[in-house]
């Protein structure tokens, strides 16, 4: 009787140091977690594989290494990532090279944290295989998120006065006739086209990067304020990135997993193989032409480049320096 009396007492006296144990590792966990710096990070378009390295970053918790607690929020059509960003609804976002540009003409101060594209991804698809620079004139699909200076600049310089439609995330216009070409990305909507059997060739496919216009694409920016102001925040978010993206280089098919587990909470209507070629596309894209390695630095020399086409097709006054941009 005395031993299952003590036998009780020990069980209950475990069990109380249990439910200690458990309370200061759950308190702790807590703490760890209220411990984290909150911020925001939201890139200029829905989930895709686009964003992977930051996705990765996330989940991996390669932020949290960081002491960061990141909430990733996307636009939508009405609202983009410039208004997040400018309204504070952000700290972080991803912009083409031309768009930051213009954006400072505009009056926002940014920061270049880091340069994952390193070449153009722009195309202009003509219909029934027509040659995109004999459409003088013509209707052409271009986004309504922008990304579309390139081409609007290419259009002036060249005199063919196209007519710009704008489309919201899809080919839709172009292969329902309502346009006579449309611009598309390497990775995206060239993509779509091919799933959709449309027929391209070098007579009607016309990349930009072949005309002048190799430029950078997306990086990673911040405003000059709030950079100035969390400055040891901004470095880590872009070390935690960076570190994203070398692990999507690595581990592409696990990369493209979790950019499927973002494409299915945020019901984004893709599919598996898109996403994989764009995937492809994109880390192909990063990579510096000399080394066939991803620097994630943006160049000087591209900053100036981007800085004369703009003041060629009027979207600046002033020419920007690599000075404007650096952290």
């Given at each position: 009787?005395?031993?299952?009396?003590?036998?009780?007492?020990?069980t209950k006296v475990v069990l109380g140091e249990?439910?200690?144990?458990?309370?200061?590792?759950?308190?702790?966990?807590?703490?760890?977690?209220?411990?984290?710096?909150?911020?925001?990070?939201?890139?200029?378009?829905?989930?895709?594989?686009?964003?992977?390295?930051?996705?990765?970053?996330?989940?991996?918790?390669?932020?949290?290494?960081?002491g960061l607690d990141v909430t990733i929020t996307?636009?939508?059509?009405?609202?983009?990532?410039?208004?997040?960003?400018?309204?504070?609804?952000?700290?972080?976002?991803?912009?083409?090279?031309?768009?930051?540009?213009?954006?400072?003409?505009?009056?926002?101060?940014?920061?270049?944290?880091?340069?994952?594209?390193?070449?153009?991804?722009?195309?202009?698809?003509?219909?029934?295989?027509?040659?995109?620079?004999?459409?003088?004139?013509?209707?052409?699909?271009?986004?309504?998120?922008?990304?579309?200076?390139?081409?609007?600049?290419?259009?002036?310089?060249?005199?063919?006065?196209?007519?710009?439609?704008?489309?919201?995330?899809?080919?839709?216009?172009?292969?329902?006739?309502?346009?006579?070409?449309?611009?598309?990305?390497?990775?995206?909507?060239?993509?779509?086209?091919?799933?959709?059997?449309?027929?391209?060739?070098?007579?009607?496919?016309?990349?930009?990067?072949?005309?002048?216009?190799?430029?950078?694409?997306?990086?990673?920016?911040?405003?000059?304020?709030?950079?100035?102001?969390?400055?040891?925040?901004?470095?880590?978010?872009?070390?935690?990135?960076?570190?994203?993206?070398?692990?999507?280089?690595?581990?592409?098919?696990?990369?493209?997993?979790?950019?499927?587990?973002?494409?299915?909470?945020?019901?984004?209507?893709?599919?598996?193989?898109?996403?994989?070629?764009?995937?492809?596309?994109?880390?192909?894209?990063?990579?510096?032409?000399?080394?066939?390695?991803?620097?994630?630095?943006?160049?000087?020399?591209?900053?100036?480049?981007?800085?004369?086409?703009?003041?060629?097709?009027?979207?600046?006054?002033?020419?920007?320096?690599?000075?404007?941009?650096?952290?």
């Amino acid at each position: 009787m005395n031993r299952k009396i003590d036998f009780i007492r020990t069980t209950k006296v475990v069990l109380g140091e249990l439910r200690f144990v458990v309370l200061v590792v759950a308190l702790a966990v807590v703490n760890h977690i209220d411990a984290l710096e909150k911020v925001v990070f939201a890139p200029q378009w829905h989930a895709q594989a686009q964003f992977a390295g930051y996705f990765v970053a996330k989940e991996k918790g390669f932020y949290k290494d960081e002491g960061l607690d990141v909430t990733i929020t996307f636009p939508t059509n009405s609202i983009s990532s410039y208004v997040l960003l400018k309204n504070g609804e952000c700290q972080f976002t991803t912009m083409q090279l031309l768009d930051a540009l213009k954006d400072m003409e505009w009056g926002m101060r940014l920061v270049n944290l880091m340069q994952t594209s390193q070449h153009s991804s722009i195309m202009i698809v003509g219909r029934d295989g027509k040659n995109p620079m004999k459409l003088k004139g013509k209707r052409v699909g271009k986004w309504n998120a922008g990304f579309s200076l390139p081409a609007m600049i290419f259009s002036k310089r060249n005199g063919l006065d196209y007519k710009f439609v704008r489309f919201t995330n899809n080919v839709s216009l172009f292969l329902s006739g309502a346009i006579d070409a449309t611009l598309v990305t390497s990775y995206n909507e060239y993509y779509q086209l091919k799933q959709a059997n449309v027929t391209l060739n070098d007579n009607c496919v016309l990349r930009l990067a072949d005309h002048g216009f190799d430029l950078p694409e997306d990086g990673l920016y911040v405003t000059r304020e709030y950079y100035n102001q969390n400055k040891a925040t901004a470095e880590k978010f872009a070390k935690a990135s960076k570190r994203g993206w070398l692990w999507c280089h690595e581990h592409p098919e696990e990369a493209l997993e979790i950019v499927m587990g973002y494409v299915r909470r945020y019901n984004i209507p893709t599919n598996r193989i898109l996403q994989k070629l764009m995937l492809k596309e994109v880390l192909r894209l990063q990579n510096d032409t000399k080394t066939t390695k991803p620097s994630f630095v943006l160049q000087k020399k591209m900053v100036e480049k981007a800085s004369q086409l703009l003041i060629e097709g009027d979207y600046i006054d002033k020419p920007f320096t690599y000075n404007d941009l650096k952290r």
